[in-house]
T-cell receptor, first 114, second 107 residues
Framework: DAGVIQSPRHEVTEMGQEVTLRCKPI?????LFWYRQTMMRGLELLIY????????DSGMPEDRFSAKMPNASFSTLKIQPSEPRDSAVYFC????????????FGPGTRLTVT | AQSVTQLGSHVSVSEGALVLLRCNYS??????LFWYVQYPNQGLQLLLK??????LVKGINGFEAEFKKSETSFHLTKPSAHMSDAAEYFC?????FGAGTTVTVRA
């Protein structure tokens, strides 16, 4: 199994630009999670999906952030417009309902907004 | 809301010494608890999980954790630290992660 795949691995953009992060979960997993990790705030859950449906988006910082899961094998996290305080490592993780919240993480996308 | 607390943001041990990382969970008995490890510039990797089948759980890389309801704890241990154990460790319950504990191993 290839594991969770995230792209790009690194993204550098200017303030005000749109950023799209992509995630391919492990085949057969019906949960997908998006996290943000910073030194100051640690690991924060942004949103998670079950069977492609958003279940809890209370962690999404503000309306500039949006996430979609059009099918079972693909999800995006979009930031528009981006701000320097969005700089962080964004992780996607997937899991199954067999053991809820047992998660398999991707390698992350390091986002730098200048 | 459920939460976990990791005591100690940084632990330094000598190679070959016991590694003990502390995790306490809030109030009611949780159905599932997890420990993850994160190496530099990588995602989190599942170390072990508690699913109420057994209170002593063995994981990868020689780690184990014991669920103690009376102490609301799920501490992670390894009898003999190896240099490769240097990483950050996270306890999780119900999508709530602890703040993490960084382990340094001294030669």
């Amino acid at each position: 199994d290839a594991g969770v795949i995230q792209s790009p691995r690194h993204e550098v953009t200017e303030m005000g630009q749109e950023v799209t992060l992509r995630c391919k979960p492990i085949s057969g997993h019906d949960y997908l999670f998006w996290y943000r990790q910073t030194m100051m705030r640690g690991l924060e859950l942004l949103i998670y999906f079950n069977n492609n449906v958003p279940i809890d988006d209370s962690g999404m910082p503000e309306d500039r952030f949006s996430a979609k899961m059009p099918n079972a094998s693909f999800s995006t996290l979009k930031i528009q417009p981006s701000e320097p305080r969005d700089s962080a490592v964004y992780f996607c993780a997937s899991g199954t309902g067999g053991t809820p919240y047992e998660q398999y993480f991707g390698p992350g996308t390091r986002l730098t907004v200048t | 809301a459920q939460s976990v607390t990791q005591l100690g943001s940084h632990v330094s041990v000598s190679e070959g010494a016991l590694v003990l990382l502390r995790c306490n969970y809030s109030s009611s008995v949780p159905p599932y608890l997890f420990w993850y490890v994160q190496y530099p510039n990588q995602g989190l990797q599942l170390l072990l999980k508690y699913t109420s089948a057994a209170t002593l759980v063995k994981g990868i890389n020689g780690f184990e954790a014991e669920f103690k309801k009376s102490e609301t704890s799920f501490h992670l241990t390894k009898p003999s630290a190896h240099m490769s154990d240097a990483a950050e460790y996270f306890c999780e319950w119900g999508l709530s992660f602890g703040a993490g504990t960084t382990v340094t191993v001294r030669a």
